[in-house]
Each structure stands twice: as C-alpha cells, then as structure tokens.
Nanobody, 128 residues
Framework: QVRLVESGGGLVQAGGSLTVSCTAS????????MAWFRQALGKEREFVAA????????QYSESVKGRFTISRDNAKNTVALQMNSLKPEDTAVYYC?????????????????????WGQGTQVTVSS
C-alpha cells in the first residue's frame, strides 16, 4: 500500500511563499492522479489542486488559481504545491491525495471521496 508523507509546511507572513511536498513510498504514483486538499480549523476539507498522471492537465480551485502551482516528478515519486501570495485564509492543514486513474474528469477530481490514499497532512499558517 502506498504511503504518502507531506512536508514543508510552516509559518509564513501574508504575501509570502511556501512549497509543500508529498513523497510516496511503497508503490509508484506514476499512473495516478494526485491532488492537494486542505482543511481549516472548524471547516470541511476542500479541494485545492490536482494533476493528471502525466502532468498534462492541472486543475485548481478558484480561491488559489493564479497563486498556487501543482507539479509532479514521477521519477522521484513526488508531488509539490508551490504557494505564492499567501493569504491568512490559506491557513489550513494541507493533505496530499492519490487517485489511481489515468482518465480525467474535472468534476471527479475535486471530490475527496474519489481518492484512494491520503497523507497525514502538514500545517500551513499564514500570519497577517
């Protein structure tokens, strides 16, 4: 079974940048879609960004579009989320998720229940 481990979270000032990473072990993610979700305290988990198995298509929530960039390196079994122009409302635990599909349906990629494996999360805190 694949194990996903997030890293790179921390405290950053508003307007700053941060990159969180997800490293997979126990299996390859090269034929899987990957995504980032986040959950703020007291709120439901929400979709942030997703990328198809070969990086050919990326998808973002409206709240992060233009500020965040998702990328992957299948040779290293990693996925990253570069976050720029951070806002206090970006404060949340960020989770990496894997979906074992190579097809792309935009409406499915934003649904947490469509993903097969999850990491434990990494905290990102943006101070104002």
């Amino acid at each position: 079974q694949v194990r996903l481990v997030e890293s790179g979270g921390g405290l950053v000032q508003a307007g700053g940048s941060l990159t969180v990473s997800c490293t997979a072990s126990g299996g390859s993610i090269s034929t899987s879609a990957m995504a980032w979700f986040r959950q703020a305290l007291g709120k439901e988990r929400e979709f942030v960004a997703a990328i198809t198995w070969n990086g050919g298509v990326t998808q973002y929530s409206e709240s992060v579009k233009g500020r965040f960039t998702i990328s992957r390196d299948n040779a290293k079994n990693t996925v990253a989320l570069q976050m720029n122009s951070l806002k206090p409302e970006d404060t949340a635990v960020y989770y990496c998720a894997q979906r074992r599909v190579t097809t792309y349906y935009a409406r499915d990629y934003v649904r947490a229940e469509k993903y097969d494996f999850w990491g434990q999360g990494t905290q990102v805190t943006v101070s104002s």
